[in-house]
């Protein structure tokens, strides 16, 4: 672990170095880049700094001990045990600071929420999921915005998907996706007894423009006379413009502009997209295979989680946390879940890291 962090804080360094150097100082995306590498370090270059000053501590102890003074001496022995207490707890904040992180944490994303089995109860449901969601996305302060909405025929919703955009939106919402379940007199029951309905939530990262990366080397060029718009200047001179991405075969062309330099622009935009919307388009198909395997059938006994009515109670069956504050948790307040689920997380890939 110490080489590690070793090494992590000559990097560090040498970001520090980087963000003074006038040539990246020009270059504003660069520069912001480093920054923000930077910044994600921080952290553990502060833990770490405290780390180190905590063992030196401890050596001066050690030196202390070796006094005659029998007074200094217990000073020495106290201050090595606050020490170790405090190295241990470093060593613990190091540790899980030196995961590696999931890139997809930072993305935004879409939010799917689906009733499920048990009627116009289970609508209902999906309709106070949302609103439980909605609620905690205020509190974090992100934006959310519906793409569709279909609802249920006495409230709530069959179906209700949206967009989220915030700090660390998937990182905090990624372990929602499954199937909930609740137990409680539905609204619609006349005799007071008990139900259990299901609702389906899918979260998934949104796919931005700046995931698809386009490599010069990968591009073949060419230029040809155009006969479109421009007159003889176009027909005289090789202004169109033709990309080939040789990894993908997808073909895009300009000669839309006067000039090569303006078709190559375009061309290139054209490129760009094509290839966004083909990655796109192959990562819709890789979600809409991963929510099949994310919330199964949508069955009630295919649950992630249980929120009984009757005993206040919010059971997340894959880490089997039990917490007796469903009234807190349907207002938003879902931080005490969702920090057990991510500790667990930090936990396997601690185990990962190890083996």
């Given amino acids: 672990m110490l080489d590690k962090l070793k090494e992590i804080e000559s990097h560090f360094k040498r970001l520090e170095e980087q963000m003074t150097d006038p040539e990246i100082l020009s270059d504003m995306d660069r520069y912001t880049k480093i920054n923000k590498e930077y910044k994600d370090l921080q952290e553990i270059i502060h833990r770490y700094q405290d780390y180190k000053y905590v063992l030196e501590s401890m050596d001066s102890a050690q030196e202390m001990l070796k006094e005659p003074d029998e007074e200094m001496q217990q000073m020495a022995r106290a201050e090595l045990e606050e020490n170790q207490r405090k190295k241990t707890e470093l060593e613990e904040d190091l540790k899980y600071l030196l995961i590696p992180k999931d890139p997809e944490d930072a993305k935004d994303v879409i939010f799917e929420i ?50 989220i955009s915030g700090q660390q939106v998937y990182g905090k919402l990624k372990f929602e996706s499954g199937a909930h379940r609740v137990q409680r007199v539905p609204q619609t029951e006349t005799q007071g007894r008990v139900h259990t309905s299901a609702a389906t939530v899918v979260v998934m990262p949104k796919l931005e423009m700046e995931d698809v990366d386009i490599k010069k080397s990968d591009l073949k060029v060419d230029t040809f006379r155009s006969s479109g718009a421009g007159g003889q200047h176009v027909n005289k001179t090789e202004s169109g413009v033709r990309f080939t991405h040789l990894p993908t075969g997808v073909v895009s062309e300009s000669t839309d502009g006067r000039s090569q330099i303006k078709n190559r622009e375009i061309a290139l935009q054209r490129l760009y997209i094509k290839i966004f919307e083909a990655k796109k388009a192959a990562h819709h198909n890789e979600q809409a295979e991963k929510r099949r395997s994310l919330v199964g059938s949508g069955d009630r006994s295919d649950k992630i989680r249980t929120y009984n009515y009757p005993q206040n109670r919010v059971t997340d069956h894959r880490i089997n946390l039990t917490l007796y504050s469903l009234d807190k948790i349907i207002e938003g307040d879902l931080d005490e879940i969702l920090e057990a689920l991510q500790v667990a997380e930090n936990a396997e890939k601690l185990k990962g890291e190890m083996v």
């Fill in 114 to 163: 689906r009733s499920g089995t048990g009627g116009d109860e289970a609508a209902i449901f999906a309709g106070d999921l949302y609103r439980m969601y909605s609620k905690y996305f205020e509190k974090q302060g992100w934006k959310v915005e519906i793409i569709t909405i279909n609802e249920g025929t006495v409230g709530g919703y069959s179906k209700i998907v949206f967009e």
